[in-house]
């Protein structure tokens, strides 16, 4: 199984990194794709890369949530990045209008930048939306046709907003958001609408602890060791065996980040 969304140069792993990728591969996570969310983050995931070949990979981008700190060197620091062979998309890359840490019109600029940058170097999107569905789309869909492919990782949204996704040949990313008893039932009931060969699982570790482990852990930082337990549910709320779930999510994962099966 493989973990698209990884941030694993976070803070919070600085003390045991080395163990977290250790208890992944013991839990039977096959490769973990580490989130680039800033020039400094996705150099240091592409760094971290090469020190797990075949296990990690990198992507490339820039969060809205730092789109501020976009200048005329960014794109070609994300270009020369892109270039390294561990590094197999752009982003995090999107617009999140719930927080507005960065201003809309420069998450408008950054975020169309980057679908540019990705069509011209035929890579695959990692993609953020949240409360910015219309606006997401009204940038995305001119660029579309050009990308090789585009996920929409740790959805959240409604069903309305998961079929216009699927209508762009979106992928979809699904966290340990479903395994939330309060805020994911409505996540619950959307899995199963998404296409086996469009979905695929995350952790976007060290957010989102599923809320639902038993036993719960002492610390509430998620981590790629709990994919399976998010794996499981989505399964179970697909109807699905777990197994049939992972071969597929697994396929979707290696054919969208163009890796080599280990």
Not at 10 to 35: H, Y
């Amino acid at each position: 199984m493989i973990d698209i969304g990884v941030n694993l140069t976070n803070s919070q792993f600085d003390k045991d990194r080395a163990e977290v990728i250790n208890r992944a591969k013991a839990a039977g996570v096959s490769a973990l794709v580490l989130t680039g969310t800033c020039l400094e983050a996705s150099r240091a995931v592409a760094d971290y890369a090469i020190t797990e070949p075949g296990f990690c990979y990198a992507t490339a981008g820039i969060h809205p949530h730092d789109a501020k700190t976009f200048d005329d060197q960014s794109l070609s620091v994300l270009r020369t990045l892109a270039s390294r062979p561990e590094v197999v998309a752009i982003g995090e890359c999107g617009l999140d209008y719930n927080r507005d840490f960065s201003p809309r019109p420069q998450q408008d600029a950054v975020f169309e930048a980057q679908l540019a940058l990705a069509a011209e170097l035929q890579l695959p999107v990692f993609m953020h939306c949240r409360d910015a569905h219309t606006r997401f789309l009204d940038i995305l869909k001119p660029w579309r046709s050009r990308l090789p492919a585009a996920v929409l990782h740790c959805f959240t949204g409604s069903e309305a907003e998961l079929r216009d996704c699927l209508a762009l040949d979106l992928h979809i990313g699904i966290t340990g958001w479903i395994c939330d008893e309060r805020r994911g039932q409505e996540l619950q009931r959307l899995v199963s609408l998404i296409p086996g060969n469009r979905l695929m699982i995350e952790t976007d570790s060290p957010y989102l602890l599923p809320r639902d482990l038993s036993p719960k852990p002492a610390s509430r930082r998620n981590e790629p060791a709990y994919l399976p337990h998010i794996a499981r549910r989505i399964a179970a709320c697909r109807g699905e065996e777990p197994e049939a779930l992972l071969a597929a999510a697994t396929a979707s994962s290696l054919a969208f980040f163009q890796l080599q099966e280990q």
